[in-house]
């Protein structure tokens, strides 16, 4: 029962442009989002997270969107960089501790 | 500097032969837990503990122990490994969650392990 999903396994853009990531969730008890980045070889590291009280966190080229009615979150990457390319997991928690984590997808940027 | 720390980074073992992989973390954090990462299914969490003698389980537990006994080392321990325990495991840790504070996790660098 996979409670965070993240539909897209990959996506590729152009350096420059704007990369958008999506996630989707079911439980409504989740009131903390997160977004990890992956490199090869390497454990995830923190990207972003945002809370159930807000619907938008910026720092700096990352930005994330919560949409609570229709449990959806997304990551804008602005403007996407050869670097950014990893695999990007959307997590999310609630009040017993618990994070689940989507099944990743792999942005590749091209330069 | 802050860090969590694995071992080992690789281990190929054979079905039955208990096998223990160590995780040490320095930022006295409380909260420790160990993810197993599949394709197609993302971080599953095994087991985890909110501080030292209190340890529960994750969506995955089955075939998997572990133990805390200090706050820096929570060691994850496959006491008859099967290969579909062929994975690769992260352990994470991040403080006591307060009203307000980050859920962040800092993880290891990653154990994979192959069971044949």
């Known amino acids: 029962d996979q409670q965070v999903k993240q539909n897209s396994p990959s996506l590729s853009v152009q350096e420059g442009r704007i990369s958008i990531l999506n996630c989707d969730y079911t439980?409504?008890?989740?009131?903390?989002f997160l977004w990890y980045k992956k490199y090869p070889a390497e454990g995830p590291t923190f990207l972003i997270s945002i809370s159930s009280i807000k619907d938008k966190n910026e720092d700096g080229r990352f930005t994330v969107f919560l949409n609570k009615s229709a449990k959806h979150l997304s990551l804008h990457i602005v403007p996407s960089q050869p670097g950014d390319s990893a695999v990007y997991f959307c997590a999310a928690s609630g009040d017993n501790n618990d994070m689940r984590f989507g099944a990743g997808t792999r942005l590749t940027v091209k330069p | 500097e802050a860090q969590v720390t694995q071992n080992p980074r690789y281990l190929i073992t054979v079905t039955g032969k208990k096998l223990t992989v160590t995780c040490s973390q320095n930022m006295n954090h409380e909260y420790m837990s160990w993810y197993r990462q599949d394709p197609g299914l993302g971080l599953r969490q095994i087991y985890y503990s909110m501080n030292v003698e209190v340890t529960d389980k994750g969506d995955v537990p089955e075939g998997y122990k572990v133990s805390r006994k200090e706050k820096r080392n929570f060691p994850l321990i496959l006491e008859s490994p099967s290969p579909n325990q062929t994975s690769l495991y992260f352990c994470a840790s991040r403080p006591e969650i307060n009203r307000g504070a980050s859920y962040e996790q800092y993880f290891g660098p990653g154990t994979r392990l192959t069971v044949t």
């Open positions: 439980n409504s008890m989740f009131d903390y």
